[in-house]
């Protein structure tokens, strides 16, 4: 099977991406390059229409709850009792999924536990175990529309569920996975899918009996770059159509299956040119079923058709916003944000863009007509 993609047709959209360091520079001459403000921020560069747009960055419960944080009172203070500006900071952020509230969720291995970001209550929480079900190093997180949050353990070999109060109430896997990672929900079909780094497989449960369906997958018993195959798989993502794409992250490629395991097709090499990766991660699907891929190596995400054609790529290594350092996990919500959560050495991040269809992307001028 041919394992190359042809990136002939899209080198022009992104050499302009590739040759600037940072989105919607100044280009007077005379001047050093200005960066834009990050409500300027778009990609690709004009005068092609933009795609996607940068919209805001969270580190911390500031970044959620603004100026009506609660603050602590007299006997908190004194207690001891930490800061909810403090408790509730990104670490070391992994898997990330949005609930049909609009929710944020984001697995932070450092709290043992899952951050509720509520951008519109104003409102954070932590959800961690309990004795019964604990959580250790929660990677994966997934919700359901009954209000059921999902989150794969990696140290414990288990997915943990939590109820729609917020606490955990099962947990299904024990003594089958061997290294759960990132998680994927088939609402039609009742199906978890999990990407298993460690067995080179994924694993497929019913959500409403937690019992083990099929698995699929396995490790290439010729070593070669085999189909169907993988080597040490992280994360994965469902489409409109219930393909399952999963990142083959030592392999350096996406492999695309049915709902039912069956192999369909795949993309990607080793290699630093558009269309291949370097450290894939995190996956996620948008309303048009563009396939977004987050490579910690390139620090950036690339964007994809379902077939495998590089359309364009966002960010690029820095400290800056619309830059990455470590990204690792990737979401789409209903309204087509897109968010990709950071493990940074120098402080945790979570950034948040913002497709824009052609029929909602303003013209190149930028001007809304």
């Known amino acids: 099977m041919n394992r190359t993609v042809s990136v002939l047709p899209v080198l022009l959209l992104l050499a302009s991406a590739i040759l600037?360091?940072?989105?919607?520079?100044?280009?007077?001459k005379n001047k050093k390059p200005v960066a834009a403000a990050p409500a300027d921020l778009v990609w690709p560069l004009p005068p092609d229409p933009p795609r996607v747009r940068?919209?805001?960055?969270?580190?911390?419960a500031d970044d959620v709850l603004g100026k009506n944080g609660k603050k602590m009172s007299f006997v908190e203070r004194v207690s001891g009792k930490t800061p909810i500006r403090e408790e509730f900071m990104l670490r070391k952020p992994y898997g990330v999924a949005v609930d049909k509230s609009g929710r944020i969720l984001v697995a932070d291995a450092e709290q043992r536990g899952i951050l509720i970001l509520d951008r519109n209550a104003k409102t954070v929480s932590l959800r961690k175990g309990n004795g019964q079900f604990p959580l250790f190093l929660p990677v994966g997180v997934a919700a359901?529309?009954?209000?059921?949050m999902f989150v794969s353990d990696s140290f414990a070999g288990q997915v943990v569920v939590f109820g729609a109060q917020g606490t955990p109430v099962a947990a299904f896997g024990k003594g089958i996975f061997k290294r759960p990672g990132g998680i994927a929900l088939n609402r039609a079909n009742g199906r978890l899918y999990a990407a298993d780094a460690k067995a080179n497989q994924v694993l497929v449960f019913d959500t409403t009996t937690f019992k083990l369906v099929r698995t699929f997958g396995g490790t290439s018993k010729s070593g070669e770059y085999e189909a169907g195959t993988f080597s040490a798989p992280t994360n994965l993502a469902l489409d409109s159509k219930g393909r399952?794409?999963?990142t083959d992250t030592f392999n350096c490629r996406i492999q695309v299956f049915n709902s039912e395991g069956k192999f369909l097709h795949m993309w990607g090499t080793p290699g630093t040119h558009p269309g291949s990766f370097v450290r894939p991660k995190g996956i996620a699907i948008d309303s048009q079923d563009h396939v977004y891929v987050v490579d910690a190596g390139f620090g950036n995400f690339q964007v994809f058709t379902p077939e495998g054609k590089p359309l364009m790529f966002v960010g690029g290594g820095g400290d800056e916003p619309g830059q990455f350092i470590l990204p690792a996990g990737l979401a789409i919500d209903r309204e087509d944000r897109i968010y990709v959560t950071e493990?940074?050495?120098?402080g945790s991040r979570l950034q948040v863009f913002q497709y824009l269809s052609r029929q909602s992307a303003p013209p190149a001028d930028g001007k809304v007509k």
């Open 54 to 60: 940068y919209l805001a960055m969270i580190r911390s």
């Open 20 to 28: 600037s360091p940072a989105p919607n520079q100044a280009k007077d």
């Open 244 to 246: 399952v794409f999963v």
């Open 343 to 346: 493990q940074r050495p120098t």
């Open 144 to 148: 359901d529309d009954d209000g059921r």
